[in-house]
């Protein structure tokens, strides 16, 4: 278990997943909002997505930081036939990208990067989800019921969307839920913090 007693660990999310991901390797810390526009250049492909998203939140809270703060901060996406499907902005938009995920398989990415007043970490993490056939009812109960609209891709691999059209998962569970846990506990052990 790593002591991290002396360090403020600061998480730059209000997502409820991350925090309780986070919560779940016992680590005290503190949450804070990185306001900023999650815009990127679109040459940008796949994990370089949010790479790029996670160092501008860090960015913007990085002259912030005490001399004892880890900063984290973090982005996820999901991505098909080279592009990247976001969160949608209706339900429309949402019963269209879960059509798409439909009976086909995709990448979810998610970067994190650990900040300090001295150094930076940043990796990514991939899992490749694969979907069953969704009928038209089935999307329609789901939007109805745990309106996923805040969630990239439209769903949430902890829901029932999961339980009843996740046929395959390669990789990360918690990386699909928006925070690979186990690289975010690794790489907190490999800080310089001396």
């Known amino acids: 278990?790593?002591?991290?007693?002396?360090?403020?660990?600061?998480?730059a999310s209000q997502s409820?997943?991350?925090k309780d991901l986070l919560r779940g390797l016992d680590l005290e810390f503190i949450t804070r909002s990185a306001n900023i526009?999650?815009?990127?250049?679109?040459?940008?492909?796949?994990?370089?997505?949010?790479?790029?998203?996670?160092?501008q939140k860090a960015n913007a809270m990085r002259s912030d930081l005490l001399s004892n703060d880890i900063l984290i901060t973090a982005d996820t996406i999901v991505?098909?036939?080279s592009k990247a499907i976001n969160k949608p902005e209706s339900r429309e938009e949402a019963v269209n990208i879960l059509l798409e995920?439909?009976?086909?398989?995709?990448?979810?990415?998610?970067a994190v990067q650990l900040t300090t007043q001295r150094q930076k970490v940043a990796f990514f993490?991939?899992?490749?989800?694969?979907?069953?056939?969704?009928?038209?009812d089935d999307i329609d109960y789901y939007l109805?019921?745990?309106?996923?609209?805040?969630?990239?891709g439209a769903y949430g691999i902890q829901e029932w969307i999961g339980?009843?059209?996740?046929?395959?998962?390669?990789?990360?569970?918690?990386?699909?839920?928006?925070?690979?846990?186990?690289?975010?506990y690794q790489k907190l052990k490999t800080l310089d913090l001396s």
């Open 1 to 11: 278990m790593i002591d991290l007693k002396q360090y403020r660990l600061i998480l």
């Open 16 to 18: 409820p997943r991350r």
């Open 37 to 55: 526009d999650e815009v990127y250049p679109e040459h940008l492909k796949a994990e370089e997505i949010p790479l790029f998203l996670a160092e």
């Open 79 to 81: 991505w098909m036939n």
């Open 101 to 110: 995920l439909s009976d086909s398989q995709h990448s979810v990415y998610t």
């Open 125 to 136: 993490s991939e899992t490749k989800v694969t979907f069953s056939h969704l009928e038209n």
């Open 144 to 152: 109805d019921k745990y309106k996923p609209f805040d969630k990239a």
């Open 163 to 184: 339980y009843v059209a996740v046929e395959k998962i390669e990789g990360s569970y918690f990386n699909v839920m928006g925070f690979p846990v186990h690289q975010v």
